[in-house]
């Protein structure tokens, strides 16, 4: 199963794709996640992948497919991936198609998580993850059980991403709508676009994405 989980940044995609990842035993594709860890490697390619996302640009598109085809060539991605951030644009949408069929695989589905602006904000400004494992947490929306520990791993590191404040957000957000938004249209095209509502809480967005992808 080959999953897109396409919404503005705060949607929730990193959330749900974790839980579908367990659910179904898929591997998650977050590109930014996969950036960061280049950038991260302080290489050639991670200090222009700096500046890029620092400046709320985007990363070259044959670079990204390039990444994201390595990557699904890996054994762990035999039973099938969730691309979470990717793509953003029509161009990168028509170039992830190519990628797909000349390696024989398909979309099962293209998720639209609709969520409404003014949100968006505060989920972001108020989101962090756990410096081991990566989970995601949120200062009023999900905090971890125990204070300053990981509910997944025990973890008391956590980190803020540095383009999570409020004016790089509104340039995401402003990207998201001009180059991203458009995409919606080629997949609902291609049949396989489905929409869940992101506004409703963590688990009920779960519960919808699953019926969604049951049918598919
Ligand atoms: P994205 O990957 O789409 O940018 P995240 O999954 O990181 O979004 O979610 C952004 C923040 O909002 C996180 O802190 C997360 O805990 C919180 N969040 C995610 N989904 C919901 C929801 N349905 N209701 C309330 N808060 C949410
Ligand atoms: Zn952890």
Redesign the pocket.
């Known amino acids: 199963m080959n999953v897109i989980?396409l919404?503005?940044?705060?949607?929730?995609?990193?959330?749900?794709?974790?839980r579908l990842e367990q659910r179904y035993s898929l591997v998650q594709l977050?590109t930014?996640d996969m950036l960061r860890a280049v950038v991260a490697s302080g290489s050639d390619l991670g200090r222009k992948a700096k500046t890029v996302m620092e400046s709320g640009q985007l990363m070259p598109d044959d670079l990204m497919i390039q990444m994201i085809s390595d990557r699904i060539e890996q054994p762990d991605c035999a039973r099938g991936f969730i691309l979470?951030?990717f793509p953003r644009t029509t161009a990168q949408a028509e170039a992830l198609d190519n990628m797909l069929k000349n390696k024989g695989l398909k979309l099962s589905g293209v998720i639209e998580?609709k969520v409404d602006s003014e949100?968006?904000i505060e989920?972001?400004t108020?989101?962090?993850?756990c410096a081991a494992c990566g989970a995601?947490?949120?200062?009023?929306?999900?905090r971890p059980k125990v204070d300053e520990v990981c509910d997944s791993c025990g973890g008391t590191e956590f980190s803020r991403r540095a383009d999570d404040n409020e004016a790089t957000v509104r340039s995401r957000l402003a990207a998201y709508r001009e180059q991203t938004a458009p995409i919606l249209p080629y997949y609902e095209e291609q049949g396989v676009l489905r929409s869940v509502d992101?506004?409703?809480?963590?688990d009920?967005?779960t519960r919808q994405i699953e019926t969604v992808l049951a049918a598919a």
């Not at 108020?126 to 993850?129: A, D, E, N």
């Not at 992101?198 to 963590?202: V, Y």
């Open positions: 989980l919404g503005p940044p705060g949607a929730g995609k990193g959330t749900q794709a974790k977050s930014g979470d951030g998580m949100a968006l989920r972001i108020g989101r962090f993850s995601g947490y949120h200062d009023r929306f999900q992101g506004m409703s809480d963590i009920e967005v």
